[in-house]
């Protein structure tokens, strides 16, 4: 998406930002008390610009695509562990 650099609000590191590993999104709060978003599965495809559903602002996230959380890697920490008797 090819925006005007007037329109963007600020330029925010990924690690500023929170994953939502249930919505698939990266999301950072907006001044308007809101919180601008943006899907994993956009960020792959080469998307930067997370928009804030509830104003007009976006912002521009920094990141690396590489460094992403791969698409078959499951989030482990909402896996129940099973203990096994021998």
């Known amino acids: 998406m090819a925006e005007d650099p007037e329109n963007i609000y600020d330029e925010i590191e990924i690690e500023d930002m929170t994953f ?8 950072y709060p907006c001044p308007c008390g809101d919180r601008f978003e943006i899907f994993i599965d956009d960020m792959r495809d080469g998307e930067d610009i997370a928009v804030c559903p509830g104003c007009s602002l976006m912002i521009r996230v920094i990141f690396d695509v590489d460094d992403l ?18």
Request: glycine content about 0%.
């Open 20 to 27: 939502d590993p249930t919505l698939q999104i990266y999301h």
């Open 69 to 86: 959380p791969k698409k078959d890697e499951p989030d482990m920490s909402s896996v129940p562990q099973i203990s096994v008797a021998a």
